[in-house]
T-cell receptor, first 114, second 114 residues
Framework: AQSVAQPEDQVNVAEGNPLTVKCTYS??????LFWYVQYPNRGLQFLLK??????LVKGSYGFEAEFNKSQTSFHLKKPSALVSDSALYFC????????????FGAGTRLTVKP | AAGVIQSPRHLIKEKRETATLKCYPI?????VYWYQQGPGQDPQFLIS???????DKGSIPDRFSAQQFSDYHSELNMSSLELGDSALYFC?????????????FGSGTQLSVL
């Protein structure tokens, strides 16, 4: 079955610095990759997705992610972090053979300090 | 813009009781997903429906059942509740089942089983 791994439970960055939240995936066939963000007591909000095409995907709130097939990674990035970016970030993957089972990673808590 | 509506927001039940969670998808969305998120855990896929038919099944216990009605809203029925069922239950909706479709999540129902 498809799966994603988020190796870091916590990422701390200073406001204005670039941030990276890591994600690697495992899937047979072509991956459909997503990033979602979760604020306290809220549902997950879609940030961006990779289906096909350019490896660099741009999403909401200035976030972007780079798909790297050789490293099976889909790291989330932002050039300049904001305090308001502090939240829980989930990477997710779908596979063509398991249509509706979107598998989420364990989540990475991002804290941006002023 | 209309979002996914879940009710109730909070629910407290005792062991062996039953609970019904409701989900109202975004208008015109025909696909509904249910996820369970335990404390500090990633969301786990339970079940999904497309056009009122069950389309995929994940780690949903036999004690749980769900359905999608003619107006596309969905209900998750949980019986013989156990302490371990305490979790945040998310509903999500999408337009179609395409692998690249992003999911729109509700704010969740926090179920506490005492």
């Amino acid at each position: 079955a498809q799966s994603v791994a988020q190796p870091e439970d916590q990422v701390n960055v200073a406001e204005g610095n670039p941030l990276t939240v890591k994600c690697t995936y495992s899937v047979s066939g072509n991956p459909y990759l997503f990033w979602y963000v979760q604020y306290p007591n809220r549902g997950l909000q879609f940030l961006l997705k990779y289906i096909t095409g350019d490896n660099l995907v741009k999403g909401s709130y200035g976030f972007e992610a780079e798909f790297n097939k050789s490293q099976t990674s889909f790291h989330l990035k932002k050039p300049s972090a904001l305090v308001s970016d502090s939240a829980l970030y989930f990477c997710a993957v779908r596979a063509s053979y398991n249509n509706n089972d979107m598998r989420f990673g364990a989540g990475t808590r991002l804290t941006v300090k002023p | 813009a209309a979002g996914v509506i879940q009710s109730p927001r909070h629910l407290i039940k005792e062991k062996r009781e039953t609970a019904t969670l409701k989900c109202y998808p975004i208008p015109r969305h025909d696909t509904v997903y249910w996820y369970q998120q335990g404390p500090g855990q990633d969301p786990q896929f339970l079940i999904s429906f497309y056009e009122k038919m069950q389309s995929d099944k994940g780690s949903i216990p036999d004690r749980f059942s769900a359905q999608q009605f003619s107006d596309y809203h969905s209900e998750l029925n949980m019986s013989s509740l156990e302490l371990g069922d305490s979790a945040l239950y998310f509903c999500a909706s999408s337009l179609g089942q395409g692998l690249g479709e992003k999911l729109f999540f509700g704010s969740g129902t926090q179920l506490s089983v005492l």
